[in-house]
């Protein structure tokens, strides 16, 4: 096929450049937010892995216990096994910085002389650091050598002190030398110290305690693991370091997933927009091929051509998508890294990490998706009859005739998704849930041709009696082009379905998490160092404090609360260690099966636990189950007394009594307490009064029960900020759809609208019948799109919210996000009309009806 | 040489049955110029289009230059109408987007000539249609006649056996029509191509060498 023929294709992207531009930006928009998503997720990622890897350095093993540290007397016992080569102690915290400076800072305290085979810090090299500075770092109880990086972001130099809270306490360390790592990896994006182990465990009050072994086996054969394994004491795991990357990804993977499929929708709306397009252009030049055809063109060179100009907008559009995706990106990490931040872990991910197999993935992702898009309509523009020079009117005749098999079809669709929504693949993602979810909406568009024919016949008297010939004409004008207006009509539909649908789960999601903590977190003060900070599970309440909140005649009650991050199969899990004797007492958890006051007195008294309804959904527990849980004791079997309802979105937990808790954790920490005071309308003072004793010395968070609340709330508002700029696009894409059908149908349609002037019609009549056509046509989308988007709520809150993070989400209608899509959509629809209806009046009418 | 046995086309209207041709005998032989005349609706365009393998007979035998066409596929067809058919439409039909010059190398392109070929050819044709200075202009830009000489340029480039005529003069005013018929004699005179030109117009009979008359689908004797 000579290339030149594609000349009939390019000369047509050209005649009107808005149009295609506008074709190309829906398709560049698609790439670019499904791009800046893929990018910003595994940017976040591979910052805590890069991460993980500079801690662990050349560590192939490590030696650790589920949430709770080690007895550093096991390094020396570990050092001396014959099967290891050599052993590192490292202990950890995640520091916060103190004005000026703020941000999290991860602390690591290492021994010097084990350090050497592990990690390549520079300051290893006494060349380098300097004699006097290696001797402060020894000595000096207070200093740290601060990673390069973070000295030059802070501007701090040798010798400069550094502000920082240490759990709940105010201290001041001394930076007495810069490091740096001889790869350029560091953890927190470099936000890194290093402290001497000993100082360290000062500072952190974890003397005679270790984080962690980091260890060279002598041997890689697995027998050599196994057998150190075996002489290991009960609760002390060998991991391999690695496995905390992938146990993050296990946390994350949900949020992820969700967030690459919501930004898909944007490229599916943008492949509606490429259908329609090249619809558009097939209905247009209908004329054209049947000339090309009688001419000599093959249908496979008209199915050539019209593919060709897909692709050119695929080619186009996805290479400026991701042109746009890499600075959209940039934005995304920052509230990726801040939503994962404050779900799961400290994520600290400035760079933008590109690859160039994500790059192509988008870009090939962007040319099938067109590919797809202009398939369709580009065999139908082969199958065009050479009799289609003479007869206009064909295909618009055949959709008619067709619009039933599509209405059949659409229903169709709709059984096959409900059959898909109610099937669950083992412990995956949602799969058959997203497929439904596809299918409810292509069901929608395959419906939709029936449902303009039947608006427009239904409406045409109406629009009559309410605007004369104009309504009447405008409703029959839309019942008359399906080839066209139904297109835009479904994509409209589609992206409004998916905002409502989003909306409608999002808004019943906070409802049920505010019912939530209405009625499942009691007390009237919340009082500790960790509070909010999911990652804080090492800070804990100065030890004086619980004698004297005890002693306190304003308090009733106390409930201590300790939590801990242990790996569990595939993820981390948390480990929560309650009063459950107060909790009985001032309102339980909130169950799932049976009483909570007597579900609670029965788990403590028969050292039972209760877990969560993610916990139990993701791995499949029941009430009664055994549970075989990791704890610093050797594994454990615990009987599930209890499934209770729990939003916290920093992972699936396991509940017990503070007592049962100790005896497996041997730690009397604590991280926070709710305080019950005697007399409830006092909080405030006693807030004040808990601020005034503890402000100056450490840094305690005193919320009320509404403080906790709005703090909730403010988090979830947060992570769902990403979600409503990723509709926005979709709908953004939909409504560059409605403008250029109008423009399109309105051009079409000069000729008849200047018959209509020339006969007497008055332009103000004209534009009437426009307007009337492109509102009804919005007002079709909306009803479609509320209908659709109703199901997809269902869907998503009842099935895939379910089975991607185990929550029963309660349905709340939320009217206000119908009357504003009605509202926005209208609107739209009656600016996308407006304005091409006002050209095409403007034209010379002699002119038009000249012209054949 | 082409033969029509019997041959009869109906088209349906919904419920409605419309016979446009009932049972035509008819043989034209080659390089003949060939003019059909009938009321407006007696079946001359659908005689034409069922020539010109545009679409197909309801019943019947269509052979064209020893082609069978109703054993003819899809693809077969297409190639038949690329090679061996030209057609001139009352409406002109040139592509807006291109200028005359590719108009008319369009044809020769789908044949598989590289496009430098074929402008050269249409630049030939042009010329010999009288429209040497028109080839870069594009078909809003030049007059009713023009337009129509330059179909007719495209219709011969891939120098056809048959050209076929759809009321090529039904869009001009008398005298230029006029023109457009003398270039039919002169081309066909020149070239030897066979000739049918479908048209109500008395003056384009006396152009050809034999006159058809279509009535009710049939021919009148």
Same mark, same amino acid.
């Given at each position: 096929?000579?290339?030149?023929?594609?000349?009939?294709?390019?000369?047509? !992207?050209?005649?009107?450049?808005?149009?295609?531009?506008?074709?190309?930006?829906?398709? $560049?928009?698609?790439?670019?937010?499904?791009?800046?998503?893929?990018?910003?997720?595994?940017?976040?990622?591979?910052?805590?892995?890069?991460?993980?890897?500079?801690?662990?350095?050349?560590?192939?093993?490590?030696?650790?216990?589920?949430?709770?540290?080690?007895?550093?007397?096991?390094?020396?016992?570990?050092?001396?096994?014959?099967?290891?080569?050599?052993?590192?102690?490292?202990?950890?915290?995640?520091?916060?910085?103190?004005?000026?400076?703020?941000?999290?800072?991860?602390?690591?305290?290492?021994?010097?002389?084990?350090?050497?085979?592990?990690?390549?810090?520079?300051?290893?090299?006494?060349?380098?650091?300097?004699?006097?500075?290696?001797?402060?770092?020894?000595?000096?109880?207070?200093?740290?050598?601060?990673?390069?990086?973070?000295?030059?972001?802070?501007?701090?130099?040798?010798?400069?002190?550094?502000?920082?809270?240490?759990?709940?306490?105010?201290?001041? !360390?001394?930076?007495?030398?810069?490091?740096?790592?001889?790869?350029?990896?560091?953890?927190?994006?470099?936000?890194?110290?290093?402290?001497?182990?000993?100082?360290?465990?000062?500072?952190?009050?974890?003397?005679?305690?270790?984080?962690?072994?980091?260890?060279?086996?002598?041997?890689?054969?697995?027998?050599?693991?196994?057998? !150190?394994?075996?002489?290991?004491?009960?609760?002390?795991?060998?991991?391999?370091?690695?496995?905390?990357?992938?146990?993050?990804?296990?946390?994350?993977?949900?949020?992820?997933?969700?967030?690459?499929?919501?930004?898909?929708?944007?490229?599916?709306?943008?492949?509606?927009?490429?259908?329609?397009?090249?619809?558009?252009?097939?209905?247009?030049?209908?004329?054209?091929?049947?000339?090309?055809?009688?001419?000599?063109?093959?249908?496979?060179?008209?199915?050539?051509?019209?593919?060709?100009?897909?692709?050119?907008?695929?080619?186009?559009?996805?290479?400026?998508?991701?042109?746009?995706?890499?600075?959209?990106?940039?934005?995304?990490?920052?509230?990726?890294?801040?939503?994962?931040?404050?779900?799961?872990?400290?994520?600290?991910?400035?760079?933008?990490?590109?690859?160039?197999?994500?790059?192509?993935?988008?870009?090939?992702?962007?040319?099938?998706?067109?590919?797809?898009?202009?398939?369709?309509?580009?065999?139908?523009? $082969?199958?065009?009859?050479?009799?289609?020079?003479?007869?206009?009117?064909?295909?618009?005749?055949?959709?008619?005739?067709?619009?039933?098999?599509?209405?059949?079809?659409?229903?169709?669709?709709?059984?096959?998704?409900?059959?898909?929504?109610?099937?669950?693949?083992?412990?995956?993602?949602?799969?058959?849930?997203? $497929?439904?979810?596809?299918?409810?909406?292509?069901?929608?568009?395959?419906?939709?041709?029936?449902?303009?024919?039947?608006?427009?016949?239904?409406?045409?008297?109406?629009?009559?009696?309410?605007?004369?010939?104009?309504?009447?004409?405008?409703?029959?004008?839309?019942?008359?082009?399906?080839?066209?207006?139904?297109?835009?009509?479904? $994509?409209?539909?589609?992206?409004?379905?998916?905002?409502?649908?989003?909306?409608?789960?999002?808004?019943?999601?906070?409802?049920?998490?505010?019912?939530?903590?209405?009625?499942?977190?009691?007390?009237?003060?919340?009082?500790?160092?960790?509070?909010?900070?999911?990652?804080?599970?090492?800070?804990?309440?100065?030890?004086?404090?619980?004698?004297?909140?005890?002693?306190?005649?304003?308090?009733?009650?106390?409930?201590?609360?300790?939590?801990?991050?242990?790996?569990?199969?595939?993820?981390?899990?948390?480990?929560?260690?309650?009063?459950?004797?107060?909790?009985?007492?001032?309102?339980?958890?909130?169950?799932?099966?049976?009483?909570?006051?007597?579900?609670?007195?029965?788990?403590?008294?028969?050292?039972?636990?209760?877990?969560?309804?993610?916990?139990?959904?993701?791995?499949?527990?029941?009430?009664?189950?055994?549970?075989?849980?990791?704890?610093?004791?050797?594994?454990?079997?615990?009987?599930?007394?209890?499934?209770?309802?729990?939003?916290?979105?920093?992972?699936?937990?396991?509940?017990?009594?503070?007592?049962?808790?100790?005896?497996?954790?041997?730690?009397?920490?604590?991280?926070?307490?709710?305080?019950?005071?005697?007399?409830?309308?006092?909080?405030?003072?006693?807030?004040?009064?808990?601020?005034?004793?503890?402000?100056?010395?450490?840094?305690?968070?005193?919320?009320?029960?509404?403080?906790?609340?709005?703090?909730?709330?403010?988090?979830?508002?947060?992570?769902?900020?990403?979600?409503?700029?990723?509709?926005?696009?979709?709908?953004?894409?939909?409504?560059?759809?409605?403008?250029?059908?109008?423009?399109?149908?309105?051009?079409?349609?000069?000729?008849?609208?200047?018959?209509?002037?020339?006969?007497?019609?008055?332009?103000?009549?004209?534009?009437?019948?426009?307007?009337?056509?492109?509102?009804?046509?919005?007002?079709?989308?909306?009803?479609?799109?509320?209908?659709?988007?109703?199901?997809?709520?269902?869907?998503?809150?009842?099935?895939?919210?379910?089975?991607?993070?185990?929550?029963?989400?309660?349905?709340?209608?939320?009217?206000?996000?119908?009357?504003?899509?009605?509202?926005?959509?209208?609107?739209?629809?009656?600016?996308?009309?407006?304005?091409?209806?006002?050209?095409?009046?403007?034209?010379?009418?002699?002119?038009?009806?000249?012209?054949? | 040489?082409?033969?029509?046995?019997?041959?009869?086309?109906?088209?349906?209207?919904?419920?409605?049955?419309?016979?446009?041709?009932?049972?035509?005998?008819?043989?034209?032989?080659?390089?003949?110029?060939?003019?059909?005349?009938?009321?407006?609706?007696?079946?001359?365009?659908?005689?034409?289009?069922?020539?010109?393998?545009?679409?197909?007979?309801?019943?019947?035998?269509?052979?064209?230059?020893?082609?069978?066409?109703?054993?003819?596929?899809?693809?077969?067809?297409?190639?038949?109408?690329?090679?061996?058919?030209?057609?001139?439409?009352?409406?002109?039909?040139?592509?807006?987007?291109?200028?005359?010059?590719?108009?008319?190398?369009?044809?020769?392109?789908?044949?598989?000539?590289?496009?430098?070929?074929?402008?050269?050819?249409?630049?030939?044709?042009?010329?010999?249609?009288?429209?040497?200075?028109?080839?870069?202009?594009?078909?809003?830009?030049?007059?009713?006649?023009?337009?129509?000489?330059?179909?007719?340029?495209?219709?011969?480039?891939?120098?056809?056996?048959?050209?076929?005529?759809?009321?090529?003069?039904?869009?001009?005013?008398?005298?230029?029509?006029?023109?457009?018929?003398?270039?039919?004699?002169?081309?066909?005179?020149?070239?030897?191509?066979?000739?049918?030109?479908?048209?109500?117009?008395?003056?384009?009979?006396?152009?050809?060498?034999?006159?058809?008359?279509?009535?009710?689908?049939?021919?009148?004797?």
């Amino acid at each position: 096929m000579r290339a030149w023929l594609f000349r009939l294709s390019t000369k047509h !992207l050209w005649e009107h450049p808005g149009r295609s531009l506008l074709g190309l930006l829906g398709i $560049a928009l698609g790439t670019a937010v499904y791009l800046s998503i893929s990018l910003a997720a595994v940017s976040a990622l591979r910052s805590f892995q890069d991460g993980v890897s500079a801690v662990a350095g050349k560590a192939e093993w490590r030696l650790m216990s589920p949430g709770a540290p080690l007895a550093d007397f096991l390094f020396t016992r570990v050092r001396q096994a014959s099967e290891v080569k050599a052993a590192a102690p490292v202990i950890e915290s995640i520091l916060d910085l103190s004005d000026p400076h703020q941000g999290p800072v991860l602390l690591l305290g290492l021994d010097p002389f084990s350090e050497l085979p592990f990690r390549s810090y520079e300051f290893l090299s006494a060349g380098q650091v300097g004699a006097r500075v290696w001797e402060d770092f020894l000595t000096r109880p207070d200093g740290v050598l601060m990673s390069e990086p973070l000295a030059q972001r802070l501007s701090v130099k040798p010798g400069d002190t550094l502000p920082v809270m240490v759990g709940s306490s105010r201290r001041v !360390l001394t930076v007495v030398g810069l490091f740096r790592s001889s790869h350029g990896l560091y953890p927190l994006d470099g936000s890194v110290l290093l402290m001497d182990l000993a100082h360290a465990q000062e500072l952190l009050g974890k003397l005679g305690q270790i984080d962690y072994i980091d260890l060279l086996l002598k041997s890689k054969s697995p027998g050599v693991a196994e057998k !150190l394994a075996a002489q290991l004491p009960p609760g002390v795991d060998l991991v391999q370091p690695g496995s905390q990357g992938l146990q993050m990804e296990g946390l994350v993977a949900a949020y992820r997933l969700n967030l690459s499929v919501l930004s898909g929708i944007a490229l599916f709306v943008g492949m509606f927009l490429i259908y329609q397009s090249v619809t558009l252009s097939v209905v247009r030049r209908r004329r054209e091929i049947g000339l090309c055809r009688t001419l000599g063109m093959t249908p496979g060179q008209v199915l050539v051509i019209f593919l060709a100009e897909g692709v050119v907008n695929g080619l186009a559009g996805g290479l400026l998508g991701l042109f746009l995706g890499v600075f959209l990106a940039k934005n995304a990490l920052g509230v990726m890294t801040q939503t994962m931040s404050s779900l799961y872990t400290p994520v600290a991910a400035t760079d933008l990490f590109i690859q160039t197999p994500l790059l192509v993935k988008a870009w090939v992702l962007a040319i099938g998706a067109t590919l797809v898009a202009a398939w369709l309509p580009a065999r139908e523009a $082969a199958r065009t009859p050479v009799r289609a020079v003479w007869y206009r009117e064909d295909l618009e005749e055949r959709l008619a005739n067709k619009v039933g098999q599509f209405f059949w079809f659409g229903l169709g669709a709709l059984m096959l998704a409900g059959m898909l929504a109610s099937v669950k693949i083992g412990n995956s993602p949602p799969y058959p849930g997203f $497929a439904a979810a596809f299918l409810i909406l292509l069901s929608f568009a395959l419906l939709t041709p029936a449902a303009v024919k039947w608006w427009g016949r239904t409406l045409a008297p109406w629009g009559r009696r309410l605007w004369g010939v104009s309504g009447e004409l405008g409703c029959r004008y839309l019942a008359g082009s399906l080839s066209r207006s139904a297109v835009s009509i479904a $994509a409209l539909g589609c992206a409004l379905g998916m905002l409502i649908a989003v909306a409608v789960m999002i808004g019943s999601f906070r409802r049920t998490v505010d019912d939530w903590v209405s009625r499942a977190i009691s007390g009237d003060i919340f009082f500790g160092p960790a509070v909010f900070s999911t990652a804080a599970y090492d800070r804990f309440l100065p030890s004086e404090v619980i004698p004297e909140l005890q002693a306190d005649p304003q308090i009733s009650d106390i409930y201590f609360y300790r939590c801990v991050r242990i790996p569990f199969r595939d993820r981390f899990i948390l480990v929560i260690g309650g009063s459950f004797e107060v909790l009985a007492r001032h309102g339980s958890l909130w169950f799932r099966q049976g009483e909570g006051q007597e579900l609670m007195l029965k788990a403590r008294s028969r050292g039972q636990v209760m877990v969560s309804e993610p916990l139990a959904e993701i791995f499949g527990y029941r009430e009664g189950d055994l549970l075989i849980l990791p704890t610093p004791s050797g594994p454990q079997r615990l009987t599930i007394a209890g499934i209770f309802y729990d939003y916290r979105t920093d992972g699936p937990s396991v509940w017990m009594d503070i007592t049962l808790f100790r005896q497996f954790w041997q730690d009397r920490h604590l991280n926070a307490v709710r305080l019950y005071l005697k007399d409830p309308s006092r909080v405030k003072e006693v807030q004040a009064k808990l601020q005034h004793r503890y402000g100056q010395r450490y840094h305690l968070l005193t919320l009320s029960h509404a403080d906790l609340r709005a703090g909730i709330l403010k988090i979830f508002d947060d992570t769902f900020a990403l979600t409503y700029a990723l509709e926005g696009v979709a709908i953004v894409v939909a409504v560059f759809g409605i403008i250029t059908t109008f423009l399109v149908l309105i051009m079409e349609r000069e000729r008849d609208l200047a018959l209509l002037q020339a006969i007497g019609t008055s332009r103000r009549r004209i534009l009437g019948m426009v307007l009337v056509e492109s509102g009804l046509a919005s007002l079709l989308s909306f009803v479609l799109g509320a209908l659709s988007g109703s199901l997809l709520s269902l869907l998503l809150i009842f099935i895939i919210n379910k089975q991607a993070f185990g929550w029963t989400v309660r349905l709340y209608f939320t009217p206000g996000i119908y009357w504003q899509t009605l509202v926005l959509v209208t609107l739209l629809g009656l600016a996308a009309g407006a304005y091409p209806a006002w050209r095409a009046l403007q034209s010379h009418l002699a002119a038009i009806l000249k012209e054949e | 040489m082409i033969v029509l046995r019997e041959v009869s086309k109906t088209y349906q209207r919904g419920a409605v049955a419309i016979h446009a041709l009932r049972g035509v005998n008819l043989v034209i032989e080659s390089g003949e110029f060939l003019a059909i005349t009938g009321k407006s609706g007696c079946g001359k365009s659908t005689l034409l289009h069922l020539i010109g393998g545009l679409e197909p007979p309801s019943a019947g035998q269509i052979v064209v230059a020893g082609r069978d066409l109703s054993r003819l596929s899809e693809v077969e067809l297409t190639l038949f109408r690329r090679d061996l058919v030209g057609v001139v439409f009352q409406t002109f039909n040139l592509l807006p987007l291109l200028t005359l010059e590719e108009n008319v190398a369009l044809p020769r392109v789908l044949q598989g000539a590289s496009f430098h070929q074929a402008r050269d050819e249409a630049r030939q044709w042009l010329a010999e249609v009288g429209l040497s200075d028109r080839r870069q202009h594009k078909p809003h830009q030049v007059s009713g006649g023009e337009m129509q000489r330059a179909a007719i340029a495209r219709a011969l480039i891939n120098r056809p056996a048959v050209i076929l005529a759809d009321e090529p003069t039904g869009n001009l005013d008398s005298g230029t029509g006029a023109g457009i018929l003398e270039l039919f004699a002169h081309l066909h005179q020149h070239h030897r191509h066979t000739v049918i030109i479908v048209t109500h117009a008395p003056e384009a009979a006396a152009h050809a060498g034999r006159v058809l008359r279509l009535h009710d689908g049939q021919i009148q004797p």
